[in-house]
T-cell receptor, first 115, second 113 residues
Framework: TQLLEQSPQFLSIQEGENLTVYCNSS?????LQWYRQEPGEGPVLLVT?????EVKKLKRLTFQFGDARKDSSLHITAAQPGDTGLYLC???????????????FGKGTHLIIQP | DSGVTQTPKHLITATGQRVTLRCSPR?????VYWYQQSLDQGLQFLIQ???????AKGNILERFSAQQFPDLHSELNLSSLELGDSALYFC????????????FGDGTRLSIL
């Protein structure tokens, strides 16, 4: 079973601080997606990265895909209480076989930004 | 609003029973995916349908089945329910090729008493 390790599992920081969430695997991804989920709602797509070394920015959020396409990170600058939520990385394996397109999710990072 | 509609939002039933969860994908999306989210396992892929045909299977139990209808809506059938089946069940949809982003509904919360 291919695993996608996400860390940290829980993170509570003060407003204005910076943070980084990591997503790692021993296998290669064809693409990786980051989602944010709030209670009572489904995951909402933040970004998709496809190319090794790719960096994408979404306001104060910076997403990076590792050169070998086995890992990714999400960096939040000057975190705000509105950033509170569950952040999930999800990948499509490069050799998923049979054309399977189901995402493999990490267990998520529960982020709390205290005012 | 993702455009993916799931019903019902909440479902409470007893062990041994059978339930059907329904999903309407975003307009134009041909692929429908079902996921199960539990506290200990996180989000797990169950099954994918593409334009009415089963395309991929993940960690789906034999007691569970799904189908996609000609109008592209999908149903997930869960039978012989056990306490451990209590979870959030999400449907997602995407366009017609791999690597297209998946858009999630707000889920059905299933509680088995």
């Amino acid at each position: 079973t291919q695993l996608l390790e996400q860390s940290p599992q829980f993170l509570s920081i003060q407003e204005g601080e910076n943070l980084t969430v990591y997503c790692n695997s021993s296998s290669v991804f064809s693409s990786l997606q980051w989602y944010r989920q709030e209670p009572g709602e489904g995951p909402v797509l933040l970004v998709t990265v496809v190319t090794g070394g790719e960096v994408k920015k979404l306001k104060r959020l910076t997403f990076q895909f590792g050169d070998a396409r086995k890992d990714s990170s999400l960096h939040i600058t000057a975190a705000q209480p509105g950033d509170t939520g569950l952040y999930l990385c999800a990948g499509l394996w490069e050799y998923s076989g049979g054309g399977a397109d189901g995402l493999t999710f990490g267990k998520g990072t529960h982020l709390i930004i205290q005012p | 609003d993702s455009g993916v509609t799931q019903t019902p939002k909440h479902l409470i039933t007893a062990t041994g029973q059978r339930v059907t969860l329904r999903c309407s994908p975003r307009s134009g999306d041909l692929s429908v995916y079902w996921y199960q989210q539990s506290l200990d396992q996180g989000l797990q892929f169950l099954i994918q349908y593409y334009n009415g045909e089963e395309r991929a299977k993940g960690n789906i139990l034999e007691r569970f089945s799904a189908q996609q209808f000609p109008d592209l809506h999908s149903e997930l059938n869960l039978s012989s329910l056990e306490l451990g089946d209590s979870a959030l069940y999400f449907c997602a949809s995407s366009g017609d090729s791999s690597n297209q982003p998946q858009h999630f509904g707000d889920g059905t919360r299933l509680s088995i008493l």
